[in-house]
């Protein structure tokens, strides 16, 4: 097999190989350098199947820290981030172990930070239903919830929601129904509702006395 044509991809770093006259692949560039492969050169089966290995490994690493420089992620966000990409599942099991290895992705970290960051607009339900469907393990949710929210706190968090709701309301029994409901969307317990509720409601009738 002889490579026939190394064809430069838009602006990025990417190029795509031809072998025999047929496409084969985009490569890095950094893989071509690598392997110094130039037009002409003969390439075995075997050899073919190595370089696109490789290139599977570095590109889906290196878009992985492109992803992560903007944003946190979970192991289930980058494989399925990947996956969307078109990495080969093998390419995107090392690129995550590695990623792992080096600490950018650390599932207790993201719970960490996600929950310290929403629990000022959300109940613990809908965030560990939220972490959840990030893939983030149960026993690291229950564990970082009941670390870092406190009854006290919570309950303060969906007082400052439903006073934030009432604010320019009428009271009346169908504000109350919908403060509940709108409370219930946020993610916090019945307990906490029923007791925020009452507080609140009891807080802007005297206020409408005064």
């Known amino acids: 097999m002889i490579i026939t044509e190394i064809k430069k991809i838009g602006k990025g770093n990417r190029y ?4 025999d006259e047929e496409f084969v692949g985009a490569f890095e560039a950094e893989i071509l350098a690598k392997n110094k492969l130039k ?3 003969e390439l075995s089966h075997d050899e073919l199947q190595r370089l696109k290995i490789e290139n599977g490994d570095y590109a889906s690493f290196d878009r ?3 992803v992560l420089e903007k944003s946190m992620k979970t192991e289930k966000g980058i494989r399925d981030f990947l996956m969307q990409k078109g990495y080969p599942e093998e390419c995107i099991d090392r690129s995550v172990e590695k990623l792992k290895e080096y ?3 650390n599932d207790e970290f993201f719970a960490e930070s996600y929950i310290k960051t929403y629990s000022f607009s959300k109940g613990k339900k809908k965030i560990k239903y939220e972490l959840i469907s990030k893939g983030v393990d149960k026993r690291i949710i229950d564990e970082k919830l ?3 929210i406190e009854e006290d706190e919570e309950i303060e968090s969906c007082k400052r929601l439903a006073k934030k ?3 320019n309301k009428v009271i ?3 504000t109350r129904n919908k403060l509940s409901n709108h409370l219930v969307s946020k993610g916090f317990g019945y307990d906490v509702i029923s007791k925020v509720v009452r507080e609140v409601i009891k807080e802007a009738e005297d206020e409408s006395w005064d």
Request: charged share 25%; hydrophobic share 35%.
């Open 16 to 19: 795509s190989l031809y072998i």
């Open 39 to 41: 037009t002409g050169q």
């Open 64 to 66: 992985a820290l492109s």
């Open 103 to 105: 600490g950018y992705i």
């Open 146 to 148: 009941a670390d870092l």
């Open 165 to 167: 709701y009432l604010k």
């Open 172 to 174: 009346d029994e169908k």
